[in-house]
């Protein structure tokens, strides 16, 4: 792959200075996996691999704090720096990518929802997408059975696959306590009994095994749950709360903090003087907006879909090159919100 050498990355630096990149992923996998499959694309072993190879050809890829010494100008420049980043806490982190990492001594953040680890909850866009993808499987007379059955219990009118699927993406913010488990059972699916099956999340000892081993275990919130929906103590609680506990397993402080679904909308003074006020166990906080720069927040690149990639040629590059042309409409997003 030529990729950024092809040219992007010489003529975007001049436009924009760059010379560090973060990337976000959520998980790596061959399989299909139903609690994912409704919401995103993720890389299989192979697609995986080949951006590992682009990114040790291309850039010093860098653990958390040689990233931020390298960043805030306290180590030397080689090559553009890179850092690596995984959210969710997804069960594939341990498995599939923590091997790969090792096997060439990368070192990765994971930012995990701690109300999540051993498999104690199910994230609800997880609940989502099992309810979406066993919807996908039932016979045309069973999916209209199942319309008439959520039209009687929610009062609702719904009369075809999209309407569904917009009303289960809607189920947990109508009734966060009972809708996702009625419209589940309704499905015939258990959502603990998945839990309990599949242990879809990291557990606490492969955490502090994977700390052991160097990486950089991260908070994302205790539950994952949209910030901007919640008054200020809550955000506080969403931060502190799953730093801390993380802190707590892991032995590490302070903890870097990835915003579930980014931090649009997120008032930036309550966010610096959460910041401030917990210095000693909140660390740097990421965003998701591609190459925006917002200190002292540092913005990711969805690096999760597998579009455009080919066996030998990882997708980075043009991942890179869509991150630098939203630039523009990114910054001016931010100067008008
Ligand atoms: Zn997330």
Redesign the pocket.
Known sequence: MKGISLIPQAVFSRVVPRDSFVFEY?LVADEDLPHIQSLYSYKSRRAFIDDLDFLEKEFDLLGYEDFIDRTTGRQKKGRPAALITF??GLSECYQVVRPLLLERGIRAIFFL?TDFIDNRALFHRHAESLCIERLKEMAPNRQQEYYTQLNEQFESELSCFTEVQDFLRDIHRRDPARGLDTVGSMLGIDFDEFLADHNPYLSRDQIVKMAEEGFTIGA?SLD?EDLKELDAESIEQQITGSCETVAEITGQKPVPFAF??GMTELNRELLAEIAKKHDSTVGVMFGTHGILLEPPYLNRINADSPDGALPGHSNIPQKVRRAYVRYPLSRLYRLLS
Do not use: G, I, L, R
Request: hydrophobic share 10%; charged share 25%; no cysteine.
């Open positions: 959520h959210d969710d929802a994302h994952h579930p679904y």
